[in-house]
C-alpha cells in the first residue's frame, strides 16, 4: 500500500499500537498508561456500543484481584457478586457443589459490559489514554521488521492515518484483523467444533437462584446465571445454526422449566427476553501467540466456547503478562516476558480447553442420542457428588485456581 509521507500530519509514532477495546485491549493499554507508556487504542465500534455489548458475566477471582490490585477497576472486589456454591440438577434432583469450602475461592458475576466501562474510564478519562473509536480498514504491516506500523480510515474524514510503533497488540477478538495478519505458515490453528449450539438469552427477569444453576437432561443442557438485581442470562442446547425465530417466549420458558426442573427447585421468574441469539459451540487456539513484533491476546489468540465461562478470564490473563512484558521492554527492561509471552498465555489457555471439553461432555452427553455418552456422562456427574477428591479437582478447575499453569 501506498503511505502518506512520513513528516504528514496522518503519520504519528507511539511504542505501542493496541488493536481493539476489549476486556484485552483495554487491560493492556490500562498497565501502559499506568507505567506512563504512550500508546493508542484503535476500537472499529463507538464507546456506547462496547460499554453496553453483552456477553461474559463470570470472573474468576484471581483476575477481580488482579483488575483492583492494578487499579484497572478499583473496589471490583467489593462491587461484584461473590458466589461460592453452583447447582446441577439432573435426573429430577438438585446436587449443590460448594467450591467455596472445597477452595477457599468465590467465582465473581460481574457482566463484561460493566468491566469494559470501568476498564475505559481508568484508560482514557482518569488517566489520559488515547483511544479511537469507529476507526475503519485497520491495517498492520512490517510486523516482521523493527519499524511496524498500524493504519486505519478515519471516521471523521475517510483519509488513511498510519501509526508507527515499535509493538502491536493485537486483541480485537475472534473477528478481528490481528489474527489475520499472521501467515498460516507461522500460526498453527487447532479448532475444535462441538456440533451443538446454545440459544444464549438474556432475560428481564430476577434471577431464580442463589447461584448459578446448570441443568443437565435428556432435552439437552439448560443454564441459569445471574447478571443482576433484574437481568438473568439462560442459555438452552439447540441444533447448530438454528433461527432465534423458532424460539418464541412460550417455547424458550416451557423447555427452560423442563430442564431446570427438580425436586425443591424454586419455580422460574419469567421476564421479556432482550437478548436472544444462538451460538454455534466451537473454540480454536492459535500458536504462537506472536508474529514479529505482533503479539495476539484474547479471543484473537483463542477461544473457549462459552461453557465453563472461561474466555473473557483468559483474555485478561494474557492481557496481564503481555501489559507487563511491553512496560518492561520499552522501558528498557528486558524482553524476557515478550520471549514467554506466547507459552506462558498457551499453558493457561490449554488448560482451560481441557475443561472446557470435559464439561462439554457432561453438559452434552445425556441429549446426544448415544446411550453410552449419556451414561458416562451421568457417571462424571455423579462422581462430583460421592467423591470428595474429584469435587476438590472440579473446583480447582472450575475456578481457575490451579497454582500454576
Ligand atoms: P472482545 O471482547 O471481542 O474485544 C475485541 C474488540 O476488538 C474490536 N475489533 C476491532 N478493533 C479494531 N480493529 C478491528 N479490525 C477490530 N475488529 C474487532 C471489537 O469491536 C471489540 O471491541 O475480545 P477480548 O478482549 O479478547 O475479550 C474476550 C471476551 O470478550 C470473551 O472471551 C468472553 O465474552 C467470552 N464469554 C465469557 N467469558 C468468561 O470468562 N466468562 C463468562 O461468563 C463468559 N460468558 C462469553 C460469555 C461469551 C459469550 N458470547 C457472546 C460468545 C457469554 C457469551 C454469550
Redo the contacts with the bound molecule.
Keep these: 500500500m501506498t503511505f502518506p509521507s512520513p513528516h504528514s500530519a496522518s503519520v504519528q509514532r507511539r511504542p505501542v499500537v493496541v488493536?481493539?477495546?476489549?476486556?484485552?485491549?483495554?487491560t493492556v493499554g490500562g498497565i501502559l498508561r499506568a507505567a506512563a507508556v504512550d500508546c493508542v487504542v484503535?476500537?472499529?465500534?463507538s464507546r456506547e456500543f462496547?460499554e453496553t455489548?453483552?456477553?461474559?458475566?463470570?470472573?474468576e477471582e484471581w483476575a477481580v484481584r488482579e483488575l483492583d490490585r492494578r487499579g484497572l477497576a478499583a473496589g471490583l472486589p467489593g462491587r461484584a457478586q461473590a458466589h461460592d456454591t453452583c447447582e446441577f440438577r439432573f435426573g429430577g434432583e438438585r446436587h449443590r457443589l460448594r467450591y467455596h469450602e472445597l477452595t477457599g475461592r468465590h467465582h465473581y458475576v460481574y457482566p463484561?459490559p460493566l468491566l469494559v466501562t470501568d476498564l475505559v474510564r481508568e484508560y482514557a478519562d482518569v488517566r489520559g489514554g488515547d483511544i479511537r473509536f469507529g476507526?475503519r480498514e485497520?491495517r498492520l504491516h512490517d510486523l516482521e521488521t523493527d519499524r511496524p506500523s498500524v493504519s486505519?480510515l478515519c471516521p471523521e474524514t475517510g483519509e488513511r492515518r498510519v501509526i508507527r510503533c515499535d509493538f502491536v497488540a493485537g486483541?480485537?477478538?475472534?473477528?478481528?484483523?490481528?489474527r489475520q495478519a499472521v501467515p498460516a505458515s507461522r500460526a498453527a490453528l487447532a479448532r475444535h467444533d462441538h456440533g451443538i449450539g446454545w440459544l444464549?438469552l438474556l432475560a428481564e427477569a430476577p434471577p431464580s437462584a442463589d447461584c448459578v444453576v446448570f441443568g443437565v437432561h435428556p432435552r439437552g443442557f439448560a443454564g441459569h446465571?445471574a447478571r443482576g438485581p433484574g437481568v438473568t442470562?439462560y442459555y438452552l442446547q439447540c441444533p447448530p445454526g438454528d433461527d432465534p425465530e423458532n424460539w418464541p417466549h412460550e417455547r424458550v420458558w416451557a423447555e427452560l422449566r423442563q430442564r431446570l426442573g427438580a425436586a425443591g427447585a424454586p419455580a422460574l421468574t419469567e421476564g421479556r427476553l432482550i437478548e436472544k441469539?444462538v451460538?454455534d459451540m466451537h473454540d480454536y487456539v492459535v500458536s504462537s501467540m506472536e508474529f514479529g513484533r505482533l503479539f495476539l491476546?484474547?479471543?484473537?489468540a483463542h477461544?473457549?466456547a462459552?461453557i465453563a465461562?472461561?474466555?473473557?478470564?483468559?483474555?485478561l490473563h494474557d492481557a496481564f503478562l503481555l501489559g507487563d512484558a511491553l512496560v518492561a521492554r520499552v522501558t528498557g527492561g528486558d524482553g524476557a516476558g515478550l520471549a514467554g509471552y506466547s507459552t506462558a498465555c498457551l499453558r493457561r489457555a490449554w488448560d482451560y480447553q481441557e475443561f472446557s471439553q470435559w464439561l462439554s461432555g457432561v453438559y452434552h452427553g445425556p441429549a446426544s442420542g448415544d446411550p453410552y455418552q449419556a451414561a458416562t456422562s451421568l457417571a462424571r456427574l455423579r462422581r462430583l457428588f460421592t467423591s470428595p477428591a474429584a469435587a476438590r479437582a472440579f473446583a480447582e478447575q472450575y475456578l481457575g485456581a490451579g497454582d500454576a499453569y
Design positions: 488493536v481493539g477495546a476489549g476486556p484485552a485491549g483495554l484503535l476500537e472499529t465500534e462496547i455489548r453483552p456477553r461474559a458475566g463470570v470472573i463484561q476507526v485497520v486505519y486483541c480485537d477478538g475472534a473477528r478481528g484483523v490481528s444464549a446465571m442470562r441469539r451460538l491476546a484474547g479471543d484473537a477461544l473457549t462459552p465461562a472461561k474466555g473473557m478470564n483468559l483474555a
